[in-house]
Protein backbone atom coordinates (compact mmCIF):
# COMPACT_ATOMS: atom_id res chain seq x y z
CA UNK A 1 0.00 0.00 0.00
CA UNK A 2 1.49 3.34 -1.16
CA UNK A 3 0.77 6.15 1.91
CA UNK A 4 0.91 9.56 1.84
CA UNK A 5 4.40 9.90 3.16
CA UNK A 6 5.34 7.48 0.76
CA UNK A 7 4.16 9.95 -2.13
CA UNK A 8 6.03 12.75 -1.24
CA UNK A 9 9.40 11.28 -2.10
CA UNK A 10 8.58 9.34 -5.70
CA UNK A 11 9.56 11.70 -8.23
CA UNK A 12 8.39 11.54 -11.85
CA UNK A 13 10.31 9.32 -14.80
CA UNK A 14 10.90 12.14 -17.83
CA UNK A 15 8.21 10.57 -18.95
CA UNK A 16 5.38 11.33 -16.26
CA UNK A 17 7.00 14.60 -15.96
CA UNK A 18 6.29 15.69 -19.69
CA UNK A 19 3.09 14.15 -19.17
CA UNK A 20 2.39 16.63 -15.80
CA UNK A 21 4.00 19.49 -17.97
CA UNK A 22 1.23 18.54 -21.06
CA UNK A 23 -1.54 18.65 -18.39
CA UNK A 24 -0.36 22.06 -16.61
CA UNK A 25 -0.41 23.39 -20.36
CA UNK A 26 -3.94 22.08 -21.37
CA UNK A 27 -5.43 23.42 -17.95
CA UNK A 28 -3.76 27.08 -18.78
CA UNK A 29 -4.96 27.38 -22.22
CA UNK A 30 -8.04 26.49 -20.81
CA UNK A 31 -8.12 29.37 -18.85
CA UNK A 32 -7.00 31.36 -21.52
CA UNK A 33 -10.48 30.75 -23.82
CA UNK A 34 -12.36 30.58 -20.52
CA UNK A 35 -11.69 33.84 -19.36
CA UNK A 36 -11.78 35.15 -23.13
CA UNK A 37 -15.57 33.90 -23.01
CA UNK A 38 -16.28 35.78 -19.54
CA UNK A 39 -14.74 38.88 -21.07
CA UNK A 40 -17.29 38.88 -23.85
CA UNK A 41 -19.95 37.97 -21.98
CA UNK A 42 -19.30 40.90 -19.80
CA UNK A 43 -18.65 43.46 -22.38
CA UNK A 44 -21.56 42.87 -24.13
CA UNK A 45 -23.76 43.13 -21.12
CA UNK A 46 -21.98 46.87 -20.75
CA UNK A 47 -22.61 47.58 -23.54
CA UNK A 48 -26.44 46.81 -23.26
CA UNK A 49 -26.39 49.03 -20.30
CA UNK A 50 -23.83 51.68 -21.31
CA UNK A 51 -26.71 54.43 -20.27
CA UNK A 52 -26.65 52.76 -16.77
CA UNK A 53 -24.00 55.84 -14.71
CA UNK A 54 -21.00 53.96 -13.35
CA UNK A 55 -22.35 50.85 -13.82
CA UNK A 56 -19.25 49.07 -13.99
CA UNK A 57 -18.24 49.76 -10.37
CA UNK A 58 -21.08 48.19 -8.86
CA UNK A 59 -21.17 45.42 -11.50
CA UNK A 60 -17.83 44.06 -11.01
CA UNK A 61 -17.73 43.66 -6.87
CA UNK A 62 -21.06 41.47 -7.46
CA UNK A 63 -19.73 39.18 -10.34
CA UNK A 64 -16.90 38.57 -8.06
CA UNK A 65 -19.55 37.94 -5.18
CA UNK A 66 -21.34 35.52 -7.35
CA UNK A 67 -18.50 33.85 -8.95
CA UNK A 68 -15.80 33.93 -6.42
CA UNK A 69 -13.41 35.32 -9.64
CA UNK A 70 -11.52 38.53 -7.89
CA UNK A 71 -12.11 42.04 -9.39
CA UNK A 72 -8.73 42.12 -11.51
CA UNK A 73 -9.38 38.70 -12.83
CA UNK A 74 -12.67 40.05 -14.32
CA UNK A 75 -11.07 43.49 -15.50
CA UNK A 76 -8.52 41.76 -17.37
CA UNK A 77 -10.63 39.04 -19.09
CA UNK A 78 -12.61 42.19 -20.13
CA UNK A 79 -9.28 43.65 -21.29
CA UNK A 80 -8.13 40.72 -22.75
CA UNK A 81 -11.40 40.06 -24.90
CA UNK A 82 -10.97 43.96 -26.12
CA UNK A 83 -7.78 43.46 -27.43
CA UNK A 84 -8.46 40.31 -28.87
CA UNK A 85 -11.96 39.95 -30.11
CA UNK A 86 -10.97 36.86 -31.74
CA UNK A 87 -8.77 34.22 -30.72
CA UNK A 88 -6.70 33.42 -33.38
CA UNK A 89 -4.79 29.86 -34.21
CA UNK A 90 -1.31 31.16 -32.50
CA UNK A 91 -3.22 32.12 -29.34
CA UNK A 92 -3.16 28.22 -29.02
CA UNK A 93 0.09 27.97 -27.89
CA UNK A 94 -0.29 30.30 -25.17
CA UNK A 95 -1.59 30.00 -21.48
CA UNK A 96 -3.40 32.39 -19.13
CA UNK A 97 -0.39 33.34 -17.29
CA UNK A 98 1.43 34.48 -20.18
CA UNK A 99 -2.05 36.50 -21.23
CA UNK A 100 -1.89 38.52 -17.93
CA UNK A 101 1.90 39.74 -18.55
CA UNK A 102 1.12 40.54 -22.10
CA UNK A 103 -1.94 42.80 -21.06
CA UNK A 104 0.22 45.00 -18.71
CA UNK A 105 2.05 46.05 -21.85
CA UNK A 106 -0.23 48.62 -23.71
CA UNK A 107 1.96 49.66 -26.47
CA UNK A 108 0.21 47.25 -29.14
CA UNK A 109 3.48 47.28 -31.10
CA UNK A 110 5.91 46.02 -28.46
CA UNK A 111 3.40 43.38 -27.47
CA UNK A 112 3.64 41.93 -30.68
CA UNK A 113 7.14 41.66 -31.05
CA UNK A 114 6.64 39.88 -27.45
CA UNK A 115 3.95 37.58 -28.46
CA UNK A 116 6.12 36.01 -31.37
CA UNK A 117 9.30 35.52 -29.18
CA UNK A 118 6.92 33.74 -26.86
CA UNK A 119 5.88 31.62 -29.84
CA UNK A 120 8.49 30.98 -31.46
CA UNK A 121 11.24 30.53 -28.41
CA UNK A 122 8.03 28.59 -26.56
CA UNK A 123 8.98 30.94 -23.64
CA UNK A 124 7.98 30.08 -20.10
CA UNK A 125 6.30 32.57 -17.94
CA UNK A 126 9.76 33.43 -16.11
CA UNK A 127 11.30 33.97 -19.37
CA UNK A 128 8.59 36.23 -20.79
CA UNK A 129 9.25 38.40 -17.26
CA UNK A 130 12.89 38.25 -17.33
CA UNK A 131 12.41 39.42 -20.89
CA UNK A 132 10.07 42.67 -20.29
CA UNK A 133 11.81 43.41 -16.71
CA UNK A 134 15.50 43.03 -17.08
CA UNK A 135 17.63 44.51 -19.60
CA UNK A 136 20.73 42.38 -21.13
CA UNK A 137 22.60 44.78 -18.42
CA UNK A 138 21.85 44.99 -15.37
CA UNK A 139 21.89 48.00 -12.79
CA UNK A 140 24.78 47.31 -9.77
CA UNK A 141 24.79 49.06 -6.17
CA UNK A 142 28.15 50.68 -7.54
CA UNK A 143 26.23 51.96 -11.32
CA UNK A 144 22.76 52.66 -9.11
CA UNK A 145 21.60 56.31 -11.26
CA UNK A 146 20.95 59.32 -9.80
CA UNK A 147 17.95 61.40 -10.74
CA UNK A 148 18.51 64.84 -11.61
CA UNK A 149 15.87 66.97 -9.46
CA UNK A 150 15.45 70.93 -8.62
CA UNK A 151 13.24 72.01 -5.53
CA UNK A 152 11.19 74.83 -6.94
CA UNK A 153 8.76 77.01 -4.63
CA UNK A 154 5.13 76.00 -5.10
CA UNK A 155 1.85 77.98 -6.87
CA UNK A 156 4.48 79.61 -9.99
CA UNK A 157 2.49 79.66 -12.83
CA UNK A 158 2.79 81.12 -16.36
CA UNK A 159 0.54 83.00 -18.65
CA UNK A 160 -0.63 81.89 -22.27
CA UNK A 161 -2.94 83.40 -24.97
CA UNK A 162 -6.16 81.65 -25.75
CA UNK A 163 -8.40 83.00 -27.91
CA UNK A 164 -7.07 86.46 -27.24
CA UNK A 165 -7.08 86.19 -23.73
CA UNK A 166 -4.75 86.29 -21.25
CA UNK A 167 -4.76 82.81 -19.43
CA UNK A 168 -3.09 81.45 -16.39
CA UNK A 169 -1.85 78.22 -17.23
CA UNK A 170 -1.99 76.09 -13.83
CA UNK A 171 -0.59 72.72 -15.33
CA UNK A 172 -3.39 69.98 -16.07
CA UNK A 173 -4.49 71.88 -18.67
CA UNK A 174 -6.15 73.58 -16.59
CA UNK A 175 -6.32 77.30 -17.43
CA UNK A 176 -7.92 80.54 -15.27
CA UNK A 177 -9.02 83.81 -16.52
CA UNK A 178 -5.61 85.92 -16.01
CA UNK A 179 -7.27 89.26 -16.22
CA UNK A 180 -9.98 87.99 -13.54
CA UNK A 181 -7.46 87.08 -11.11
CA UNK A 182 -5.50 90.49 -11.19
CA UNK A 183 -8.46 92.47 -10.89
CA UNK A 184 -9.31 90.01 -7.63
CA UNK A 185 -5.45 90.80 -6.09
CA UNK A 186 -4.75 86.89 -5.63
CA UNK A 187 -2.49 86.41 -2.84
CA UNK A 188 -0.68 83.26 -4.74
CA UNK A 189 -0.80 84.43 -8.53
CA UNK A 190 2.86 84.39 -8.53
CA UNK A 191 3.86 84.43 -12.54
CA UNK A 192 6.98 83.60 -14.26
CA UNK A 193 8.37 82.85 -17.67
CA UNK A 194 9.19 79.31 -16.06
CA UNK A 195 6.19 77.87 -14.59
CA UNK A 196 7.62 75.75 -11.27
CA UNK A 197 3.97 73.04 -11.52
CA UNK A 198 4.84 72.13 -7.57
CA UNK A 199 1.98 71.38 -5.73
CA UNK A 200 0.30 69.85 -2.64
CA UNK A 201 -1.21 66.48 -3.68
CA UNK A 202 -3.05 63.88 -1.49
CA UNK A 203 -2.88 60.61 -2.56
CA UNK A 204 -6.06 58.53 -3.08
CA UNK A 205 -4.64 55.03 -4.32
CA UNK A 206 -1.22 53.75 -4.83
CA UNK A 207 -1.50 51.67 -8.35
CA UNK A 208 1.72 50.32 -8.17
CA UNK A 209 5.54 50.94 -7.44
CA UNK A 210 5.33 53.82 -10.06
CA UNK A 211 1.83 55.30 -10.00
CA UNK A 212 -0.47 56.62 -8.06
CA UNK A 213 -4.28 58.61 -8.10
CA UNK A 214 -3.93 61.75 -6.53
CA UNK A 215 -6.14 65.54 -5.68
CA UNK A 216 -4.03 68.21 -6.25
CA UNK A 217 -4.29 71.68 -4.68
CA UNK A 218 -3.14 73.57 -7.73
CA UNK A 219 -3.57 76.91 -5.92
CA UNK A 220 -6.29 79.49 -6.92
CA UNK A 221 -9.18 77.60 -5.83
CA UNK A 222 -8.47 74.70 -8.30
CA UNK A 223 -8.25 70.94 -7.85
CA UNK A 224 -7.54 68.35 -10.23
CA UNK A 225 -7.65 64.48 -9.61
CA UNK A 226 -5.28 62.35 -11.65
CA UNK A 227 -3.17 59.62 -12.31
CA UNK A 228 0.57 60.40 -11.65
CA UNK A 229 3.75 58.38 -12.96
CA UNK A 230 6.93 58.73 -10.77
CA UNK A 231 9.56 60.59 -13.06
CA UNK A 232 12.81 58.60 -14.10
CA UNK A 233 11.83 55.29 -12.75
CA UNK A 234 9.88 51.75 -13.93
CA UNK A 235 8.62 49.22 -11.84
CA UNK A 236 7.72 45.56 -12.34
CA UNK A 237 4.45 44.86 -13.47
CA UNK A 238 2.25 44.18 -10.14
CA UNK A 239 1.62 40.79 -11.71
CA UNK A 240 5.26 39.98 -10.24
CA UNK A 241 6.27 39.04 -7.07
CA UNK A 242 8.76 41.74 -6.89
CA UNK A 243 6.16 44.64 -8.21
CA UNK A 244 3.91 43.99 -5.42
CA UNK A 245 7.02 44.39 -3.12
CA UNK A 246 7.70 47.89 -4.95
CA UNK A 247 3.86 49.02 -4.34
CA UNK A 248 4.00 48.10 -0.88
CA UNK A 249 7.02 50.14 0.09
CA UNK A 250 5.10 52.80 -1.30
CA UNK A 251 2.32 52.04 0.57
CA UNK A 252 4.25 52.05 3.53
CA UNK A 253 6.03 55.27 2.70
CA UNK A 254 3.10 57.47 1.95
CA UNK A 255 0.27 55.91 4.60
CA UNK A 256 0.91 58.41 7.27
CA UNK A 257 1.85 61.38 5.23
CA UNK A 258 -1.37 63.93 5.62
CA UNK A 259 -0.32 65.55 1.62
CA UNK A 260 2.98 65.08 -0.43
CA UNK A 261 4.26 67.68 -2.46
CA UNK A 262 5.02 66.79 -6.24
CA UNK A 263 6.18 68.31 -9.18
CA UNK A 264 5.49 67.81 -12.61
CA UNK A 265 6.73 68.34 -16.23
CA UNK A 266 4.51 66.63 -18.61
CA UNK A 267 2.65 63.41 -19.69
CA UNK A 268 4.09 60.03 -20.72
CA UNK A 269 3.21 58.01 -23.81
CA UNK A 270 0.15 56.89 -21.47
CA UNK A 271 -1.06 60.36 -21.11
CA UNK A 272 0.15 59.86 -16.91
CA UNK A 273 2.07 63.06 -15.69
CA UNK A 274 5.21 62.41 -15.00
CA UNK A 275 6.10 63.60 -11.20
CA UNK A 276 8.88 63.71 -8.46
CA UNK A 277 7.34 63.05 -5.32
CA UNK A 278 8.51 64.27 -2.44
CA UNK A 279 7.09 63.31 1.40
CA UNK A 280 7.96 63.14 4.70
CA UNK A 281 5.28 62.18 7.41
CA UNK A 282 5.92 63.96 10.60
CA UNK A 283 6.25 67.70 8.06
CA UNK A 284 3.46 69.62 7.91
CA UNK A 285 4.59 73.19 6.00
CA UNK A 286 4.40 72.47 2.71
CA UNK A 287 7.41 74.93 1.73
CA UNK A 288 9.65 73.33 4.19
CA UNK A 289 8.59 69.68 2.90
CA UNK A 290 9.47 70.48 -0.65
CA UNK A 291 12.99 71.59 0.41
CA UNK A 292 14.07 68.86 2.56
CA UNK A 293 11.40 66.14 2.00
CA UNK A 294 12.44 62.77 1.13
CA UNK A 295 12.91 62.20 -3.24
CA UNK A 296 11.01 58.63 -3.47
CA UNK A 297 11.87 58.14 -6.87
CA UNK A 298 15.49 57.99 -5.69
CA UNK A 299 14.89 55.97 -3.17
CA UNK A 300 12.78 53.02 -4.74
CA UNK A 301 15.95 53.44 -6.93
CA UNK A 302 18.48 53.52 -4.23
CA UNK A 303 16.91 50.30 -2.35
CA UNK A 304 16.65 48.83 -5.85
CA UNK A 305 13.08 47.92 -6.07
CA UNK A 306 12.84 49.72 -9.57
CA UNK A 307 14.87 50.03 -12.33
CA UNK A 308 15.92 53.66 -14.51
CA UNK A 309 12.85 54.67 -16.76
CA UNK A 310 14.59 56.87 -19.72
Known amino acids: MV????????????????LIETIRQEVEQGKLVTYWK??????????????????????????SENLKIDVTTL????????????????????????????????????????????????????ELNELIHYPKTKQTSATKPILEVTRTAP????????QGKDMVDLGFNVFLDGTTLAEKGSERLHLNSIPHYTYKAFVLEVLDGDTIWA??????????????????????????????????????????????????????????????????????????????GKFLNQELLDVGLVLEYL
Open 215 to 292: DIDLGLNAWTTQKLRFRGINSEGIETKEGRTAKDYVLNALKDCEFIAIKTSWRDKYTRYLVDIFYDKDEQDLLKLINN
Open 3 to 18: TGKDLEIIKPSKAEQL
Open 75 to 126: HRSVTFFEEYPKIVATWQQLTWSHVKVLLAIHDKTERQILENKVIEKHLKIN
Open 38 to 63: VGKHIKKHLLKNKDRANYGATLFPLL
Open 155 to 162: YVYQTKQI
